[in-house]
């Protein structure tokens, strides 16, 4: 019998609904044919918004959504996506596909989208191919209300309010597809481009992010921060995050492996490979603990989920990939490693929200499906906004050799609605473990649960749409500051308990 320990005595750290936030490029169905379909279309749809995927979102309590890209970010300029749509400029996306982007999907459609959602705005910024000034100006377009050149334009284009920009990122991935910069060029840009991102109205402050890392490249987390951080620490709102993109991709960049072909030993891989986010934060956070002791500055993984091999027969280009019950650990993993990180992880943006890499959801014509890994955000709902929980599961390892991990995950949390909810993940293939729960100190009164499970392989298709779905789980025997229970093989398992 194994023992998970919580001590609801211990709070460690607030949870950010962001660390459930969301990502969307004008890659592939991503943002056409995903999320946006134009009002004229036969799909049921609101200012052109799908309604089906709207409200599946809004159920799944998305708290943010980043916007334009990922590498699209750099080579976007937001002035193509406004005013009439039959004068926006069309161009080739040459990043993703080499398709038609008609810009018809622009700035005032994602702050509609938002609206439609109730979530929090992330624009990302260019730096790669953008000027100081075209930045600025979008700023000003979106946040500034009163007499200005960009609020004009706003207003002539059916929008005198303002918006709100909750996160701004100065450019994306300028390591690489953003730049090819190096980290000490780019910190200095960064410098100067954020100087212009203003904030124009007090109490709605814009959380600046600065590109950082991609995976293990400490170098670059270095090289920004000492180029920027006598700034950082000085200047209240010139850094408020830093970013990290690492994927799970279970073999190499060369050759990922499929979404659906994958065997037990590439299970465990996937995992193992999924389970090093945790050391990339710590390194990371060291790094950022030596030049930001008081953790002013959050962690951002603004990209993160699985990579595979495009679904046969696909645009090499679009990304789009099935989704198992093995992404569902892998999402279980972590949003289970971002709650034990609250004091320096504050957002993270899974890649990408719709048709793209691991998504929540995938469409096909007027049709939708929920994926495993959206039952698993669903799922986790209830850590946004709450108070981390010590905890603690006694684990053994398995897996295959050369690519071990432990077989149980959790983390714990005191939710909002004044209940404990636990989410715990079984990752063997083929074993259940008893499990015997203890409560410090605490009486228990009652517990739902909530499970996902299924085969490894398990997944949902637009013929089978509900193959995989969550099931209430009520084998669980209380018994006063205790709870006992046996998880299965493959399992999400999500516990509110009553106290
Ligand atoms: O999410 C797909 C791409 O991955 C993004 O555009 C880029 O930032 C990253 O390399």
């Given at each position: 019998m194994a023992k998970l320990y919580v001590n609801p005595k211990h709070q460690l750290g607030h949870i950010n609904?962001?660390?459930?936030?969301?990502?969307?490029?004008?890659?592939?169905r991503c943002i056409y044919e995903g999320l946006y379909v134009g009002q004229d279309s036969d799909i049921p749809n609101t200012n052109g918004m799908r309604n089906d995927v709207v409200e599946a979102l809004k159920e799944m309590q998305i708290p943010v959504l980043r916007w334009p890209g990922g590498c699209f970010a750099d080579e976007y300029h937001w002035k193509d996506g406004i005013g009439p749509k039959e004068s926006r400029k069309k161009m080739i996306n040459t990043h993703w596909g080499g398709v038609v982007e008609d810009n018809s999907f622009g700035t005032?459609?994602?702050?509609?989208?938002?609206?439609?959602?109730?979530?929090?705005?992330?624009?990302?910024?260019?730096?790669?191919?953008?000027?100081?000034?075209?930045?600025?100006?979008?700023?000003?377009?979106?946040?500034?209300?009163?007499?200005?050149?960009?609020?004009?334009?706003?207003?002539?284009?059916?929008?005198?309010?303002?918006?709100?920009?909750?996160?701004?990122?100065?450019?994306?991935?300028?390591?690489?597809?953003?730049?090819?910069?190096?980290?000490?060029?780019?910190?200095?840009?960064?410098?100067?481009?954020?100087?212009?991102?203003?904030?124009?109205?007090?109490?709605?402050?814009?959380?600046?992010?600065?590109?950082g890392p991609n995976a293990d490249d400490y170098h670059w987390?270095?090289?920004?921060?000492?180029?920027?951080?006598?700034?950082?620490?000085?200047?209240?709102?010139?850094?408020?995050?830093l970013s990290l993109h690492y994927y799970t991709v279970p073999d190499s960049w060369e050759n990922k492996g499929g979404a659906l072909v994958f065997d037990e030993e590439k299970y465990y891989k996937t995992l193992n490979k999924t389970l090093y986010m945790e050391q990339l934060i710590k390194g990371h956070g060291?790094?950022?603990?030596q030049y930001d002791p008081e953790k002013k500055i959050g962690l951002i993984v603004d990209e993160w989920g699985t990579w595979y091999e495009v679904e046969p027969g696909t645009n090499p280009g679009f990304l789009y990939q099935q989704n198992t019950m093995r992404d569902a650990l892998v999402a279980g993993i972590n949003l289970n490693i971002f709650n034990k990180h609250c004091d320096r992880v504050k957002m993270a943006n899974i890649a990408q929200l719709?048709?793209?890499?691991?998504?929540?959801?995938?469409?096909?014509g007027e049709k939708m499906i929920k994926t495993p890994t959206y039952h698993v955000f669903h799922m986790y709902k209830y850590h946004q906004d709450a108070e981390?929980?010590?905890?603690?599961?006694?684990?053994?390892?398995?897996?295959?050799?050369?690519?071990?991990?432990?077989?149980?995950?959790?983390?714990?949390?005191?939710?909002?609605?004044?209940?404990?909810?636990?989410?715990?993940?079984?990752?063997?293939?083929?074993?259940?473990?008893?499990?015997?729960?203890?409560?410090?100190?605490?009486?228990?009164?009652?517990?739902?649960?909530?499970?996902?499970t299924g085969d490894m392989h398990a997944h949902n298709t637009f013929e089978e749409p509900d193959a995989v779905h969550t099931e209430k789980f009520d084998q669980v025997a209380v018994s006063g500051q205790n709870l006992k229970f046996t998880i299965p093989p493959c399992s999400v398992l999500h516990l509110a308990v009553e106290i």
């Open positions: 609904p962001e660390l459930q936030g969301h990502f969307s490029e004008h890659l592939g005032h459609e994602f702050m509609e989208l938002c609206r439609q959602l109730g979530c929090k705005t992330y624009i990302n910024g260019n730096v790669g191919s953008g000027t100081v000034q075209e930045m600025s100006e979008w700023v000003e377009y979106m946040t500034f209300e009163g007499v200005s050149p960009m609020a004009d334009l706003r207003t002539r284009n059916g929008h005198p309010e303002s918006w709100r920009v909750d996160y701004f990122g100065v450019g994306n991935e300028n390591w690489g597809c953003g730049g090819n910069m190096t980290p000490e060029y780019y910190g200095n840009l960064y410098r100067r481009y954020q100087t212009y991102v203003r904030n124009y109205k007090k109490g709605e402050e814009i959380y600046k992010i600065c590109c987390t270095e090289g920004v921060l000492k180029t920027t951080h006598d700034h950082a620490q000085s200047a209240h709102g010139f850094m408020n995050g060291a790094i950022m603990d719709v048709n793209v890499l691991q998504a929540v959801i995938l469409t096909e981390l929980l010590e905890s603690y599961v006694e684990t053994q390892q398995i897996g295959s050799e050369g690519c071990r991990v432990p077989n149980l995950h959790e983390s714990a949390s005191l939710g909002k609605d004044g209940r404990i909810h636990v989410t715990l993940n079984n990752l063997s293939v083929t074993d259940s473990y008893e499990i015997e729960a203890v409560f410090t100190e605490t009486d228990i009164q009652g517990v739902e649960g909530t499970i996902l």
